[in-house]
């Protein structure tokens, strides 16, 4: 239940989520054969397509949302975080900007569904045992933010995201 009230609330990084898999699977040449972007439901939303040609091409589709999510998050909110120094002086369109970056960036992590397909593609695919060796801790590493998410390290990462990279990244080029 909060799963999903929690979903509908960062709709956006449900969206750009799915659209990170779109993304990869288009640059690896993957055919897409059904995009859902969001639903009331669980999965929020999902991505169907073909097998993957080998290991490396499974990895990007899987953490592509990592990428996509986490670079919208920092650049949506940048424009608000970077130059704030005082959050009690925020003019409504910029909390928009850091919800929007914040709901983009805590659904930056590859999902169990993710997980379940990397594995498949990899043990039950074209997965030799080097692919498999790198897949094994990538896998691993889902299920246990799978498992962070219970101790809300989503939302944590998405604000981590959202108001500390922008200001580092700031900090890092001046």
Same mark, same amino acid.
């Given at each position: 239940?909060?799963?999903? *009230?929690? /979903? ?10 799915? $659209?990170? +898999?779109?993304?990869?699977?288009? @640059? ?21 397509? #073909? ?6 091409? +499974? *990895? ?11 670079? *919208?998050? %920092? %650049?949506?909110? %940048? ?8 959050? +009690? /002086? @925020?003019?409504?369109?910029?909390? &928009?900007?850091?919800? $929007?970056?914040?709901? !983009?960036?805590? +659904?930056?992590?590859? /999902? ?5 397909? *990397?594995?498949?593609? !990899? ?11 790198? %897949?094994?801790?990538?896998?691993? !590493?889902?299920? $246990? ?9 989503? &939302?944590?990462?998405? !604000?981590?995201?959202? &108001? ?5 990244? #700031?900090?890092?080029?001046?």
């Amino acid at each position: 239940m909060i799963g999903c *009230l929690l /979903s509908v609330l960062t709709f956006p990084g449900v969206i750009v989520h799915e $659209l990170g +898999h779109v993304i990869f699977c288009r @640059l690896f040449g993957v055919p897409v054969a059904k995009v859902c972007l969001f639903r009331f439901g669980n999965p929020a939303g999902y991505v169907l397509h #073909a097998e993957p040609e080998n290991a490396v091409q +499974h *990895l990007f589709i899987a953490f592509g949302p990592f990428f996509a999510n986490t670079v *919208l998050g %920092a %650049a949506a909110a %940048a424009p608000v975080t970077v130059p704030l120094r005082d959050f +009690h /002086s @925020l003019q409504p369109w910029q909390y &928009v900007l850091l919800w $929007l970056g914040i709901s !983009i960036a805590m +659904h930056a992590f590859p /999902s169990t569904g993710d997980a379940a397909s *990397l594995w498949g593609g !990899i043990w039950h695919g074209r997965g030799c045992c080097l692919a498999r060796l790198i %897949a094994v801790p990538f896998v691993g !590493i889902i299920y $246990l933010g799978a498992i962070a998410k219970a101790v809300w390290l989503d &939302v944590i990462y998405g !604000i981590g995201v959202a &108001v500390v990279l922008p200001k580092l990244v #700031a900090a890092w080029l001046k």
